[in-house]
């Protein structure tokens, strides 16, 4: 059983809890962006959240490749593995977006959303919304996706089910009674999911999207518009760290909490101050543009990309002056170029970001 009397909150989880309810109370109150910035946000943080989050467990997709792939989600059937797990991450953060209030944290929920996320993959049919069935230690691995080591041991398939149906007991138990801060329950959940690993592949994809569904729950309505997937990317050292030594002491009489609190907190603080840092760019962007530039920027935002062609339709101004505007604005670091001659588009400068292809971990 979890027993919440063994988390010690220090002063310095307080002070990062009073700082991302402190933001949670902002943006509830002011409502912060028009619909379409709030729109070109999350279409620019779901990019980055699947681009890191597939990375985490190996894939080798950049968030161009990411972009381009969920421009064409139609398509049935995807030619690798990493574009089959991109798709069912998209799948399942687009269901999370527009339907959290209606998915509670049930142990029948949480299978129905691992058979979506491995929706895609025919290699994963045979155990889609299923509990493990055979060990599965989570690995480390090199660049060329050589295993290199185990990270640590997970519960056993016959000891998983039992696990299971307690942790989401206690929970849903906790975010009910509210004896403990909401931010802390869904740490220890996450935690204590990863150390179970209840499903045979997909458990770190899943454990992400249950924290986006918990954290929205929870009232935290910020959350799809700044990418806490892409902090873990960034921070894999220490996100291993952490679990790794709490995870250690998961089972003990006295387990320590601290080391993967502190990392959760700390990731959900940085979450916040990327998207006050957006925010502030957006609105001191918009507000120094000329009228044309600021249509061309609009436009991409909202679309993800625009060409010239799709320019000169929208503001009915020459080619020649919208070129200008164009290298105004990839000169100002707001738009970064794509392509060659007329076959060019042009993205904002923030979705570029991550091309990491270095060595990966599993989770």
């Known amino acids: 059983m979890i027993v919440s009397e063994n988390i010690r909150i220090t002063p310095e989880i307080l002070k990062l809890v009073a700082r991302i309810d402190e933001f949670k109370g902002a943006w509830q109150a002011l409502g912060r962006l028009a619909p379409d910035r709030l729109t070109a946000l999350r279409r620019v943080a779901t990019i980055e959240s699947v681009g890191s989050s597939t990375r985490i467990e190996g894939s080798r997709l950049s968030d161009l490749e990411v972009d381009r792939l969920l421009s064409n989600l139609q398509v049935t059937a995807f030619s690798s593995r990493d574009e089959q797990e991109v798709a069912g991450y998209a799948e399942l953060m687009e269901l999370m977006f527009s339907s959290w209030p209606d998915i509670p944290l049930t142990e029948n929920h949480i299978k129905q959303l691992h058979q979506i996320l491995l929706g895609h993959s025919k290699k994963d049919a045979w155990h889609r919304g299923k509990y493990k069935t055979h060990p599965n230690n989570v690995a480390a691995f090199d660049e060329y996706g050589r295993q290199v080591g185990i990270v640590f041991q997970t519960a056993s398939p016959l000891d998983t089910p039992r696990l299971m149906s307690e942790l989401v007991f206690w929970t849903t138990d906790q975010l009910r009674l509210s004896g403990l801060h909401p931010l802390l329950v869904i740490a220890v959940f996450v935690v204590v999911f990863l150390e179970i690993h209840p499903f045979q592949d997909g458990n770190g994809r899943l454990s992400r999207i249950l924290t986006t569904l918990l954290l929205l729950q929870a009232g935290y309505a910020y959350v ?82 625009i060409t010239m062609a799709q320019a000169i339709k929208l503001t009915g101004s020459s080619r020649n002056t919208l070129k200008q505007h164009f290298r105004d604005l990839v000169a100002g670091g707001v738009l970064a170029r794509h392509g060659k001659g007329r076959g060019a588009w042009y993205a904002m400068e923030v979705s570029t970001m991550s091309r990491n292809h270095g060595g990966e971990e599993r989770v």
């Open 224 to 305: 799809p518009y700044s990418s806490l997937e892409s902090i873990v990317e960034r921070n894999k050292e220490g996100y291993y760290q952490a679990l790794r030594r709490t995870q250690a002491t998961i089972r003990s009489q006295r387990p320590d909490w601290q080391p993967w609190l502190l990392f959760f907190l700390r990731s959900l603080a940085e979450q916040v101050r990327r998207l006050e840092q957006k925010i502030e760019r957006e609105v001191r962007v918009l507000a120094n543009l000329p009228e044309l530039s600021a249509q061309i920027v609009e436009f991409a935002r909202e679309h993800g990309r």
